[in-house]
Nanobody, 129 residues
């Protein structure tokens, strides 16, 4: 059974930064694209970012572009989400997932994700205004 474990969620003030981590032991990590998603209370889940298997390509939702950065360390089976200039509306449960690939069509507000088969249980980010 593949475990996906997110961490780093916390309470932070608007304007501050947080870094989320997602560790996936037991997976051939370098074979997978890694996505970040979030779901706020009462809202549908939305895609936040995605990074290709080797880190060569990254994709972001319009709502976080310029503020969030995703990166990965394949030697550590870990993907990161650096979140800067946090806003109240970034408050959500953040999930990490591993899948075949990702991309983003021109003009689309969110990345496209392909076969995200492995999901974590999430880490909570709460931003106070």
């Amino acid at each position: 059974q593949v475990q996906v474990v997110e961490s780093g969620g916390n309470l932070a003030q608007a304007g501050r930064s947080l870094r989320l981590s997602c560790n996936v032991p037991g997976l051939t990590f370098g074979d997978y694209a890694m996505g970040w998603f979030r779901q706020a209370a009462g809202k549908e889940r939305e895609g936040v970012s995605c990074i290709s298997w080797n880190g060569g390509s990254t994709y972001y939702a319009d709502s976080v572009k310029g503020r969030f950065t995703t990166s990965r360390d394949n030697a550590k089976n870990t993907v990161y989400l650096q979140m800067n200039s946090l806003k109240f509306e970034d408050t959500a449960m953040y999930y990490c997932a591993a899948g075949i690939g990702c991309g983003q069509r021109a003009g689309d507000p969110e990345p496209d994700y392909y076969n995200m088969d492995y999901w974590g249980k999430g880490t909570l980010v709460t931003i106070s205004s």
